[in-house]
């Protein structure tokens, strides 16, 4: 699976966008990106995936390049119950070896202020 | 609800016990794995299992074993519990394509 890098922290005011970047410069043809988020020491809640298109669900919107070097994780209206640890993961689908194990980075923490 | 299933919630254990982390999953999820989180650290891949009768090593498979008799069961077995498995174990499932489910975690204290 290619490696991701994500900020480690970011603030947003409650009621705002929140924009959160990925870059996975590595990321191959086949491979698709996943967010995740866990809040507080819940289990990890799957948010949204792509391949190469923009995606939209009712929690957050998915923003590729072009390139696919890069993505961002939108929450249109960040609320407090939205602070939680926003995991970028980029893997391949398609084999069994690969679709049955997600490879966590360090994620960016994000904290939703009043 | 649907979703995954995990028991004990909390856990306790003396160096050198033994026990068994129960996790079910009642979607028909093809595929099941476990990992453990550290704190201030993601998950990390102990073992996973593409189907029934197939189980693999993740990224830290010693001490534990796995078994997968059945779609909906994957038990994660610790041999001879070490205070270094102190730690919270999470159980998940997805079908090939979509998204992982996990389940609320097991926290482990070996003492």
């Known amino acids: 699976d290619a490696k991701t890098t994500q900020p480690p922290s970011m603030d947003c005011a409650e009621g705002r966008a929140a924009n959160l970047p990925c870059n996975h410069s590595?990321?191959?043809?086949?491979?698709?990106v996943y967010w995740y988020r866990q809040i507080h020491s819940q289990g990890p809640q799957y948010i949204i995936h792509?391949?190469?298109n923009n995606e939209t669900n009712e929690m957050a919107s998915l923003i590729i390049t072009e390139d696919r070097k890069s993505s961002t994780l939108i929450l249109p209206h960040a609320t407090l119950r939205d602070t939680a640890v926003y995991y970028c993961?980029?893997?391949?689908?398609?084999?069994?070896?690969?679709?049955?194990?997600?490879?966590f980075g360090t994620g960016t923490r994000l904290q939703v202020t009043l | 609800n649907a979703g995954v299933t995990q028991t004990p919630k909390f856990q306790v254990l003396k160096t050198g016990q033994s026990m068994t982390l129960q996790c079910a999953q009642d979607?028909?999820?093809?595929?099941m794995s476990w990992y453990r989180q550290d704190p201030g650290m993601g998950l990390r891949l102990i073992h996973y299992?593409?189907?029934?009768?197939?189980?693999d090593q993740g990224e830290v498979p010693n001490g534990y074993n796995v078994s997968r008799s059945t779609t909906e069961d994957f038990p994660l077995r610790l041999l001879s519990a070490a205070p270094s498995q102190t730690s919270v174990y999470f159980c998940a499932s997805n079908d090939r394509g979509g998204g992982y489910t996990f389940g609320s975690g097991t926290r482990l204290t070996v003492v």
């Open positions: 979607m028909n999820h093809e595929y």
């Open positions: 993961i980029v893997r391949v689908v398609t084999l069994p070896g690969t679709a049955s194990k997600l490879t």
């Open positions: 299992s593409v189907g029934a009768g197939i189980t």
């Open positions: 590595t990321i191959s043809g086949n491979e698709y």
């Open positions: 792509g391949l190469k």
